[in-house]
Nanobody, 125 residues
Framework: QLHLVESGGGLVQLGGSLKLSCGTS????????IGWFRQAPGKEREAVSC???????SSADSAKGRFTISKDNAKNTVYLEMYSLKPEDTAVYYC???????????????????WGQGTQVTVSS
């Protein structure tokens, strides 16, 4: 069982920033595609951004221009930097790993096999 851990969530005011981290001590993230997803209260989980093992990224329209996904292979960590946060960004944010047989990431949660427990992000107005 892969063990992903998200961190960095918290309470931030409208327009603020947060940097989320996703890491594991069990395996190397370098060869996997990683996705960030979020689930707001009463809503379905949705894709935010993803990064392929090659470093290529893809983002949902809601994240473009405000969120940046990146990875540091030396630290075995994937980051989601979020700027200009809005109350509608309030959600539990999850990272997930796609099977290594797929080299590219996709913005579909059913394509990801292993998930972290999530970290809460709350944006106040």
């Amino acid at each position: 069982q892969l063990h992903l851990v998200e961190s960095g969530g918290g309470l931030v005011q409208l327009g603020g920033s947060l940097k989320l981290s996703c890491g594991t001590s069990v395996f190397s993230l370098e060869h996997y595609s990683i996705g960030w997803f979020r689930q707001a209260p009463g809503k379905e989980r949705e894709a935010v951004s993803c990064i392929s093992s090659s470093g290529r990224t893809s983002s949902a329209d809601s994240a473009k221009g405000r969120f940046t996904i990146s990875k540091d292979n030396a630290k075995n960590t994937v980051y989601l930097e979020m700027y200009s946060l809005k109350p509608e960004d309030t959600a539990v944010y999850y990272c997930a790993v796609r099977s290594p047989q797929f080299r590219e990431c996709v913005l579909r949660e059913d394509e990801y096999d292993y998930w972290g427990q999530g970290t809460q992000v709350t944006v106040s107005s």
